[in-house]
T-cell receptor, first 114, second 116 residues
């Protein structure tokens, strides 16, 4: 069965701190895709990144970076120099190679205080 | 930017009433999903379609929920009769699925349903 675990329910940091959101997944598929979505207080789900299982290169986009490690089935998300606007719920998700359903983790609520 | 459009944004209804939620997927997307978000259960998949055909609706209470795609530009989710436990935010998402390409799915803004 496929499963995504985000063990951190809530994280609170002070602005400019770095913060890492953890994501651990389970799947029997050899090819799969991992995602991160952001849900700000306004409620919409915003796509942040997609990662293929055959590409373990880490990715950096501005203050955001993602660390994908197949050996530990983890796909962690780091925000460098956090800002108040980063406050949101962040979801990690897993999808099979056939383009099927997204399995979401329970989400991590990040609060960045000024 | 292309968007997934959901209507209505908010709906308050009385228990027992029929509720219909609508979704206009992004033009050209062949896969459409319905998700429900609650505090207790998080984001749950209710149903999804590929090229308008239902692929999986195992997450949907069959006795009261139904999902359809009358055409490629419209997906609907109906609840009849509605119950207070159906109160949630319902998201529609669309994307390109199958072996062709794989991108992140785009979500609509959601319909916040309150059943009193």
């Amino acid at each position: 069965a496929q499963k995504v675990t985000q063990a951190q329910t809530e994280i609170s940091v002070v602005e400019k701190e770095d913060v890492t959101l953890d994501c651990v997944y389970e799947t029997r598929d050899t090819t799969y895709y991992l995602f991160w979505y952001k849900q700000p207080p306004s409620g919409e789900l915003v796509f942040l990144i997609r990662r293929n299982s055959f590409d373990e290169q880490n990715e950096i986009s501005g203050r955001y970076s993602w660390n994908f490690q197949k050996s530990t089935s983890s796909f962690n998300f780091t925000i460098t120099a956090s800002q108040v606007v980063d406050s949101a719920v962040y979801f990690c998700a897993l999808r099979d190679a056939q383009g099927g359903k997204l399995i979401f983790g329970q989400g991590t609520e990040l609060s960045v205080k000024p | 930017d292309a968007r997934v459009t959901q209507t209505p944004r908010h709906k308050v209804t009385e228990m027992g009433q029929e509720v219909t939620m609508r979704c206009q997927p992004i033009l050209g997307h062949n896969t459409v999903f319905w998700y429900r978000q609650t505090m207790m259960q998080g984001l749950e998949l209710l149903a999804y379609f590929r090229n308008r055909a239902p692929l999986d609706d195992s997450g949907m209470p069959k006795d009261r929920f139904s999902a359809e795609m009358p055409d490629a530009t419209l997906a609907t989710l109906k609840i009849q009769p509605s119950e207070p436990r159906d109160s949630a935010v319902y998201f529609c998402a669309s994307g390109l699925g199958g072996q062709v390409q794989n991108y992140g799915y785009t979500f609509g803004s959601g319909t916040r349903l309150t059943v009193v």
